[in-house]
């Protein structure tokens, strides 16, 4: 068997992380869909702009 690589290692480990994330929030009651786990993360600029506009 031949040894995995550092980049192999990571997509294993983010793609694990990522679908974690998904079944914490299925636990914690929101509504999730498996194509959620393809979907791309907002980048945190994104949020921070979403959330600087949004008034209080």
């Not at 929030?25 to 907002?42: H, I, M, S, W, Y």
């Amino acid at each position: 068997m031949s040894e995995l690589t550092f980049e192999q290692k990571q997509d294993h480990y983010h793609k694990i992380r990522r679908s974690n994330y998904l079944a914490s929030l299925r636990l914690e009651g929101f509504e999730t869909q498996p194509a959620d786990a393809d979907k791309p993360l907002p980048t945190r600029e994104a949020v921070l702009a979403k959330y600087r506009n949004t008034p209080r």
